[in-house]
Nanobody
Framework: QVQLVESGGGLVQAGGSLRLSCTASGRTFSRDTMAWFRQAPGKEREFVAAIFRSYGRTYYADSVKGRFTISRNNGENTVYLQMNSLNLDDTGVYYC???????????????????WGQGTQVTVSS
C-alpha cells in the first residue's frame, strides 16, 4: 500500500523557519516527481514546489522562490521542504504529492498527481 506521511508542521512566528518532511512507503519513489502543495482556509490548493523525477531539477511558485527549498533523499524515500522567512500568507495545510509519469508542463497542477499525504498544518503568527 502506497502511503505518503508528512511531518514537521507547527506554529511559528513571522520571519521564522520550518522544515517539512514527507516519507513515502509501499514502493520506491526515487524516480517520481515529488511536490508540495498548500491550502489556506477558503482557498484552492496551490502549488508550492516540486522536484522533477530523478533528474533533481526543482521548481517553485513565485511566492516562495528564494525562501523555500525542496530536496529529496532517495535512500530514505523522503522529500523535504525547508521554509525560511515565513510570512502570514504561508499559513495553510501543506500536502506532499507524488507521481511517476507526470510531465514537466503539468507539475504545478494538483489534479495530475496520483498520491497524496494527509497534510500537515503550518501556522505563521505575527
Amino acid at each position: 500500500q502506497v502511503q505518503l506521511v508528512e511531518s514537521g508542521g507547527g506554529l511559528v512566528q513571522a520571519g521564522g523557519s520550518l522544515r517539512l518532511s514527507c516519507t513515502a512507503s509501499g514502493r520506491t519513489f526515487s524516480r517520481d516527481t515529488m511536490a508540495w502543495f498548500r491550502q489556506a482556509p477558503g482557498k484552492e490548493r496551490e502549488f508550492v514546489a516540486a522536484i522533477f523525477r530523478s533528474y533533481g531539477r526543482t521548481y517553485y511558485a513565485d511566492s516562495v522562490k528564494g525562501r523555500f527549498t525542496i530536496s529529496r533523499n532517495n535512500g530514505e524515500n523522503t522529500v523535504y521542504l525547508q521554509m525560511n522567512s515565513l510570512n502570514l500568507d504561508d499559513t495553510g495545510v501543506y500536502y506532499c504529492a507524488a507521481d511517476a509519469t507526470i510531465i514537466l508542463s503539468s507539475i504545478r497542477e494538483a489534479r495530475n498527481y496520483d498520491y497524496w499525504g494527509q497534510g500537515t498544518q503550518v501556522t505563521v503568527s505575527s
